[in-house]
């Protein structure tokens, strides 16, 4: 006898996952280009002039402009950002939203959530309105940190609005680095020395990305702080401090690297720069501020040209 075993159902449950997925891809897109054209159609309406850009086609400051808008969602604001300095407010619309009934339907099947958004202010529902007060003047931009870099004395040229990590390129190796505060004209705080999986420093922007998914906790959006953790570090009770702590506003962190290899990562993984045995890495928030329209919960009672990116 001779039995044969098909997997003509499993193939077919498959494939019909396979096209959910594509749907659901399909649909962001289609999603994220509506928003596009609905907010340049708004601009059209308020006859200021404006000038579309491809995220990836910006390389060089932006200068000259009275607002950048940026359409996408928080990596889109992140990217802009670099190229922005201290004079240029920028307002975030999150073009694709997570839709919570479209997360909890397709949860059995694949992960349905969207865009998070944290900084955008704006949706295509409320950025008419927006606009209009921002061109009116009825509202202002709030003041955000970033972090300052320098390597071995050199100034990186990018400002973190999100948060630093500094690691070997291995994540299966360990790093070695240490570290101490200190404030300007002073002698340093007593050295901490790491062999862990690398240091996170966020600014409080980035506060409730991955540095509270590692252990870290959220910082007041306006806060000057900057927060680090060391990434799985090799000792006993290494969650108390010192692995875990702030940088106050007048301090910096200066980091000693003693592995043959290192990586910086800022603001994700697009950004990067080498460091190598015996180099030094100072972190501070003596960086320019940005200006940013942030989301009305954000923001305390008391808060302290157009470009448009796409």
């Known amino acids: 006898m001779i039995v044969l075993i098909s997997e003509t159902l499993r193939v077919r449950l498959l494939l019909l996952q396979l096209s959910q997925v594509i749907k659901y891809l399909d649909s962001r897109s289609l999603v994220h280009m509506e928003a596009i054209n609905f907010c340049q159609n708004i601009l059209r309406k308020k006859h200021v002039d404006w000038e579309a850009v491809y995220r990836f086609n910006l ?64 949706t295509v529902k409320n950025f008419e309105q927006i606009i209009d007060d921002i061109l009116e003047n009825h509202a202002r931009p709030s003041e955000v940190s970033r972090m300052s870099i320098t390597h071995n004395s050199k100034q990186l040229p990018t400002y973190a609005l999100n948060d630093v990590l500094i690691c070997h390129p291995c994540p299966a190796t360990v790093s070695r680095f240490s570290f101490s505060k200190k404030k300007e004209d002073q002698s340093s705080s007593s050295m901490v020395h790491c062999r862990s999986s690398g240091l996170r420093v966020s600014t409080a922007a ?105």
């Open 59 to 122: 390389c060089r400051p932006i200068r000259d402009v009275d607002l950048v808008v940026t359409i996408g969602g928080d990596g889109t604001l992140l990217q802009a950002s670099h190229f922005m300095d201290d004079s240029i407010p920028v307002l975030g619309v999150n073009s694709d939203p997570t839709q919570a009934e479209e997360v909890e339907d397709c949860n059995k099947e694949f992960d349905a959530t969207r865009s998070t958004g944290y900084l955008c202010a704006a």
């Open 206 to 310: 980035g506060s409730t990305a991955a540095m509270l998914s590692s252990g870290g906790f959220a910082m007041p959006i306006l806060s000057r702080d900057l927060q680090y953790i060391v990434r799985e570090p090799i000792s006993p009770g290494a969650y108390n401090s010192p692995m875990h702590g702030t940088v106050k506003p007048e301090e910096l962190m200066e980091i000693a690297w003693y592995c043959n290899e290192g990586l910086i990562y800022i603001d994700g993984s697009h950004i990067i720069h080498s460091v190598q045995h015996g180099d030094i890495i100072e972190l501070s928030c003596k960086a320019p501020k940005l200006k940013i329209f942030l989301p009305s919960h954000l923001i305390s009672s008391k808060p302290a040209g157009m470009t448009v990116v796409a």
